[in-house]
């Protein structure tokens, strides 16, 4: 199974401020028909998760432009720029280009 | 707007079965790849399941690969998930999903199922 490992666990920022984390994957993340899928989530407090960024780097509808994803192979990063109040939570990286599908251990995002 | 609401989900003794339903709405049903994921009290996501749009295809968790069963019934608009010999380390909430761009993109509220004697 493809180990998926996220850092850091706990990200203290300051409101206006950047945040970056980092996922990297056991193996690479490139499917045989070239595209590579490594997706991220942010779950609110007492909420379901919802996708951010699929594809490495794709925002999904309605995600503001302070989000991106970049990366390739087994190394990927979520950019979170001028962080708001509403981006704190726990954020999750997923790889669905092998079964069985695989979530990183997540990081908390919280105000320092 | 795509809407999915979960359901079976309570208190159960090990060893026994639950079966959990997932009602859709606000897209056709058929058209999509489905998948549940669940996630332990405190703890991070796990993915449980996936079916693909006919049903034809299914893919498991190494942790409930043999006990538990993904289907769905595209006449209804509706995923189960048929949970079997239940132990306590399934006690989570599970999520159904609906896929998009090869991803879960859309999920439900979840309901909880609590695995104790």
């Known amino acids: 199974d493809v180990v998926m490992t996220q850092t850091p666990v706990s990200l203290p920022v300051s409101l206006g401020g950047q945040a970056s984390i980092s996922c990297r994957s056991s193996?690479?993340?490139?499917?045989?028909?070239?595209?590579?899928?490594l997706h991220w989530y942010l779950q609110k407090p007492g909420q379901s998760p919802q996708l951010l960024i699929y594809?490495?780097?794709n925002r999904f509808s309605g995600v503001p432009d302070r989000f991106s994803g970049s990366g390739s192979g087994t190394d990927f990063t979520l950019k979170i720029s001028r962080v708001e109040p509403e981006d704190l939570g726990d954020y999750y990286c997923?790889?669905?280009?092998?079964?069985?599908?695989?979530f990183g251990g997540g990081t908390k995002l919280e105000l320092k | 707007e795509v809407q999915l609401v979960e359901s079976g989900g309570g208190l159960v003794q090990p060893g026994r079965s639950l079966k959990l339903s997932c009602a859709a709405s606000?897209?056709?049903?058929?058209?999509?790849?489905m998948a549940w994921v669940r996630q332990a009290p405190t703890k991070g996501l796990e993915w449980v399941a996936s079916?693909?749009?006919?049903?034809?295809?299914?893919h498991y968790g190494d942790s409930v690969k043999g006990r538990f069963t993904i289907s769905r019934d595209n006449a209804k608009s509706t995923l189960y998930l048929q949970m079997d010999s239940l132990r306590s380390e399934d006690t989570a909430t599970y999520y159904c999903?609906?896929?998009?761009?090869?991803?879960?993109?859309?999920w439900g509220q979840g309901t909880l199922v609590t695995v104790s004697s």
């Open positions: 999903a609906r896929e998009k761009f090869g991803v879960p993109a859309y």
């Open positions: 606000g897209f056709t049903f058929s058209d999509y790849n």
């Open positions: 079916i693909s749009y006919g049903g034809s295809n299914t």
């Open positions: 193996q690479s993340l490139v499917h045989s028909n070239g595209n590579t899928y």
């Open positions: 594809r490495v780097s």
């Open positions: 997923l790889q669905s280009t092998h079964f069985p599908w695989t």
